[in-house]
Structures are given as structure tokens and as C-alpha cells.
């Protein structure tokens, strides 16, 4: 970064810090005290980040992929090592292996938005540039997760809708699907990841 354009970043952000101290002095110390409170609650990990907890680990994975309905599915295997990050806010997720007979790398994170009150995940992986983003809610009844995005069609530059469900199955083993829509046509499962623990 140049000197000028440093120093150009360096007023901004005093000016947006004197500005923000500004308007904080200027509110009665009831509303200060309110505005921390609420601060404090959406900073705050809660039950809806417990959940990622029983995902921590290293995990075999079988991946099954359909390019279209009714084909013939691509099988790969491959591992996965899940961590917490930030005092347990996220957890994040690398996989390794093949795809499609080519060497295959991701990194997934997920976490639980206080303020959106949704969970929410972003993907990126060595097969593009594009980051993925879904959010969804989770069945407290049966703990299954679903997620939704509008995802760029890379051959039209449509959008198409998606659709992300994991299942916990034991403390071991879970399963990741994807629904995909193609446009003009019906949601068919387009990916597996049946996710095992390592021993």
C-alpha cells in the first residue's frame, strides 16, 4: 500500500471512530447502557453455536456427485477436519482428496448469525473463485439443518436455487445433500458427503 493511500485509509477511519465516540457521548447514558446490553447479546455464543461442537474432528468422506438426473453418479472419497474457531462463534472445515479423478481441496466455515437469527455457511474450493454462501434455519425437533441460496449458473450466468440439508445420524456419522434447480426444471439431489468419523 502507498504512503498516500495509507494515510488516506488512516482519516477515514478516525473520522468514522471520532464520529461514532461523537454520537455515543451525545446519547443519554440510559440508551448507552441499553445499546451495550444488546451489543453484548449478539457478540455472545449461545446454544445455537453448541451445535457445531459435535462436528469437531477428522472425518472420512464418501462423496457422490450427479451432474444431471438420472445420471450415472461420480464417487470419491476423501477426509475432513473440523476445528472451532473464535471461542466456539464458527467452526471451520477443510477437506482433501479427489473430484472427479482430480486432486480436490475446500474450506467450508459455518456459524449462527444472532442478528439474522439464521445459520449461515461459506464455501471455497480449488475447482473455482467464486466464494458460496447459503443460511437457513435447523428443526429443533429433529436437529436437521437446511439451507438456501440463489447460486450463479456458470453456463448461463443465471442464477439457480440451492438447497443444503445435514443430517446428524449418530455421534459418528452425518450426511451433507444438495438440491439443485435448474432453470425451467424440477430440484433433483445433486451431491452426497456421508461424513464418518475417524477412529
Not at 472419497?77 to 472445515?93: D, K, N, P, V
Not at 439451507?147 to 452425518?174: F, H, I, L, N, Q
Request: charged share 25%; proline share 4%.
Amino acid at each position: 500500500m502507498s504512503r498516500r493511500l495509507l494515510l488516506a485509509a488512516l482519516i477515514v477511519l478516525c473520522t468514522v471512530s471520532g464520529s461514532a465516540v461523537t454520537a455515543l457521548a451525545e446519547e443519554p447514558q440510559a440508551d448507552q447502557q441499553k445499546m451495550m446490553e444488546e451489543y453484548m447479546k449478539l457478540m455472545a455464543p449461545g446454544a445455537n453455536h453448541d451445535y457445531f461442537k459435535d462436528f469437531v474432528g477428522k472425518w472420512d468422506v464418501k462423496s457422490t456427485a450427479w451432474m444431471m438426473p438420472g445420471a450415472e453418479p461420480g464417487v470419491s472419497q476423501s477426509s475432513s477436519e473440523s476445528t472451532l474457531l473464535l471461542g466456539g462463534r464458527f467452526l471451520m472445515t477443510k477437506f482433501s482428496g479427489t473430484m472427479f479423478g482430480q486432486p480436490f481441496e475446500g474450506v467450508q466455515i459455518d456459524g449462527y448469525d444472532n442478528l439474522k437469527k439464521k445459520y449461515v455457511t461459506v464455501w471455497v474450493d480449488n475447482s473455482s473463485t467464486g466464494f458460496y454462501f447459503m443460511e437457513g434455519t435447523r428443526d429443533t425437533t429433529t436437529g436437521v439443518l437446511t439451507e438456501t441460496a440463489d447460486w450463479p449458473d456458470p453456463m448461463s450466468g443465471a442464477s439457480v436455487k440451492v438447497r443444503g440439508v445435514t443430517t446428524r445420524k449418530s455421534a459418528d456419522e452425518y450426511v451433507y445433500e444438495m438440491y439443485i434447480t435448474p432453470l425451467g426444471g424440477k430440484e433433483f439431489k445433486s451431491f452426497e458427503n456421508k461424513m464418518t468419523r475417524k477412529k
